[in-house]
Structure formats: C-alpha cells, structure tokens
C-alpha cells in the first residue's frame, strides 16, 4: 500500500499539487493551473461557445491483444501510442481532453476569428502525425479515428480541492460514434472517418473543403464520401460522413 509520501509525489507528477500554506490540504488540479499547454488554450477558448473539431483515437482490437497480459506489458505497450498522440496534438494547437485506456480525445478550435493559423490547416498537420506515428510503431498498432467539426462548449467543472475541464456538444458524440462505422471493421493501419451534423449549417458549408484540406498532401491520406447520410448513431442527429484513408 502506497504511503501519504508516495501518494503525495505520484499526485505532483501527474496532475500538479499546491500545498497550501495555512491548511494541511492538497489543491489538485488536471492539466489546468500547472500544465502549459492547457493554460493558455483555456483562456483563449474556454467557457464559451466555439467551433472546432473534437477527435478519438484508438487501438483497433485493444481489449483482445492485451487480455490476461500483466499490467506492466498493457502499459509498456500503450506508452509509445499515448506519449506519440499526446506530443502530436500539443505540438499543434491542440489540446488533450482526456486519455482512458487506450482512448485519446482532443480537441481543435477554430482559430481563424484570433487572425492565428486556421484549425482546418493544423488538422491536416495532425492528421499527418498521427499517420506517420503509425507508420513508425508497425502493425501492432492499428489506428482508428473519429474526426467530427461543429459548435462546442469549453467548460471548467470545479470541486473542493479539484478542478478540471469538460467538453460538450453533439459533435462530440458524433465523433466517438464514427468509430462504429462498418467500413472502418474491414481497413488496416490507420483508419478513421469524418462527420459534420445535417442541422448544423455551419459545417454542412464547410464540409467539402474541410475534407479537401485535412485529407491531403500534408496528412497523406484520401477520403471517400458515404452517399447516405448516417441517421442509426446512437443519440446523434443525423450526419453526412467520410472515410479517411492512408494514401499507400
């Protein structure tokens, strides 16, 4: 059983810790006071309504290859993928929502309204990243991506002693729901799809071009629009899709 010290040590390496001087109290806060990237992201971004593109990224198959493995394996496996994924959104303007599993979700705000560098330009980059990734960790490693643009709401969820952010939408749900896509079941290596929401307009102008941008030279991948729209997403409005596919 771990001691308060080692406790204590764990919690400032993985979230950050204060200790306050007139309490025997421990403020513990995710990624927020004392995680750089996350800081400035939340000032600029956070408790309003922005667009942007919210991702998942998984391994294909995860539960069955490490089943009855020792944890230290399960982990000594994950740590290049998660370490990879978290370095390619932070190096792009991105921001890590959470990682569960073998599960990173992040975030991409649209960032054309600051005069900085358009979300749809850094999401190719960062698709590309994560395709090279990949690429570099070989076949035991088989990518899957679910890539939804719309309206998002960044917000800050406070407790005693704990704060943190949480990210809310329909687009989020779209976007975790693209990975039960049928014609994700049958691909290898790295694997995704696209979707925006029929009700948001917004999205539906930009869809085209945001496909033409993010699946490019830049990302090294395709894409292939589905002619139906999908309208059988648990909880989801109905959704106009594409597959996004590695070039070679």
């Avoid at 204590?8 to 990237?37: C, I």
């Avoid at 996350?38 to 600029?44: A, H, I, Q, T």
């Avoid at 939804?148 to 809310?168: K, R």
Wanted: charged fraction near 25%.
């Amino acid at each position: 059983m771990l001691g308060k010290e080692q406790v204590f040590d764990w919690l400032s390496h993985r979230a950050g810790v204060k200790r306050l001087q007139e309490m025997p109290l421990l403020y513990v806060t995710k990624a927020l006071d004392l995680n750089r990237p996350s800081k400035p992201f939340l000032d600029s971004f956070g408790n309003r309504d922005i667009w942007g593109f919210v991702g998942f990224v998984d391994l294909v198959g995860f539960s069955e290859r490490v089943m009855g493995l020792p944890n230290k394996e399960v982990n000594d496996y994950l740590e290049p993928f998660l370490k990879g994924l978290v370095d390619i959104v932070n190096n792009r303007y991105g921001l890590v929502d959470k990682t569960i599993g073998d599960e990173v979700m992040f975030i991409l705000p649209d960032m054309e309204e600051n005069g900085d560098v358009p979300a749809v330009l850094m999401m190719g980059q960062l698709l590309g990243g994560i395709h090279d990734l990949q690429k570099q960790l070989g076949e035991k490693y088989p990518f899957r991506i679910g890539l939804a643009y719309g309206g998002l709401y960044i917000g800050q969820i406070c407790g005693n002693g704990y704060s943190e952010w949480t990210t809310v939408g329909e687009v989020v749900h779209l976007a975790k729901r693209l990975h039960t896509l049928k014609e994700l079941k049958i691909l290898q290596g790295v694997k995704g799809a696209f979707g925006v929401l029929y009700r948001e307009q917004h999205s539906m102008d930009c869809f085209e071009s945001i496909l033409h941008n993010i699946a490019g030279v830049v990302s090294r991948m395709r894409h292939e629009i589905l002619e139906e729209p999908k309208t059988n997403f648990e909880g989801v409005s109905p959704a106009r899709c594409a597959i996004l596919l590695p070039k070679s």
